[in-house]
């Protein structure tokens, strides 16, 4: 079962960190349901995973922490690589791919495990996924934190995805806004002034 989270409200809301309430408007995931749901997903990886030697290949900056924890669960033997993807400028809009880390590891005939942050237009996952195809590995399961399905331009889903979220651009446990806001523990929204002062600075 994968949740699907909506901004709560009234006396079920997650109260922000005093150092943060200048810039996050609400926290949508907090760090207690992250730390379950991962815990969940590992499960399941693990279960179709069993036996073989399996290689993460995971996208950089943003899966960081989601990684950190979700492979920490993982009790598999595997071997792990990056791919270095940017497909934001200081914006909250895709912009094209820039390819800043090629994979190492050899793939071929390897079950491959591609782990995202967030799946939104789905044009990274499509492209990283093809990029990987080509290198002839057994097997690619897709594994994403967040999955904002409403805007989607690519035909593509991921076969494990942590939680649905409504169409919000979301910051914090990994995820930036200008490179800014990854170190939250939690994933949050920012307030409107944030996302509008934050592009002007960097302009
Ligand atoms: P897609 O190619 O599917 O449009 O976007 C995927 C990439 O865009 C993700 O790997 C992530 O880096 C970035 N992205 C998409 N939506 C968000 C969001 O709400 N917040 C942040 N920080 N990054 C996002
Ligand atoms: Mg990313």
New binding site residues.
């Given amino acids: 079962m994968k949740p699907s989270v909506r901004p709560a409200s009234g006396r079920s809301k997650p109260s922000v960190p005093p150092r943060w309430r200048k810039e996050v408007e609400s926290i949508l995931i907090t760090d207690a349901q992250l730390e379950k749901r991962i815990l969940q997903m590992s499960r399941e990886i693990q279960a179709d995973f069993t036996g073989r030697e399996m290689v993460v290949v995971s ?1 950089l900056n ?1 899966t960081v922490m989601f990684l950190a924890d979700l492979i920490r669960s993982l009790s598999l033997p595997l071997r792990l690589d990056f791919i270095g993807v940017s ?2 400028g200081a914006g909250t809009e ?1 912009g094209d791919l820039v390819f800043t880390k090629e994979l190492r590891l050899d793939v071929r005939g390897r079950d491959v495990l591609l782990v ?10 499509s492209r990283v996924h093809a990029k990987i195809k080509a290198l002839k590995p057994r097997r690619i399961k897709t594994c994403v934190l967040l999955n ?1 399905s409403a805007r989607r331009v690519e035909d593509v889903e991921a076969d494990y995805v942590g939680f649905e979220i409504p169409d ?4 914090g446990y990994g ?3 200008a490179e800014r806001f990854r170190n939250l523990p939690f994933v949050a929204v920012l307030h409107p002034h944030v996302y509008k002062e934050g592009i002007k600075k960097l302009k």
């Fill in positions: 996208l943003g497909s934001y895709s995202d942050d967030i799946l939104d237009t789905g044009r990274t996952l904002k919000y651009f979301v910051v995820l930036d806004f």
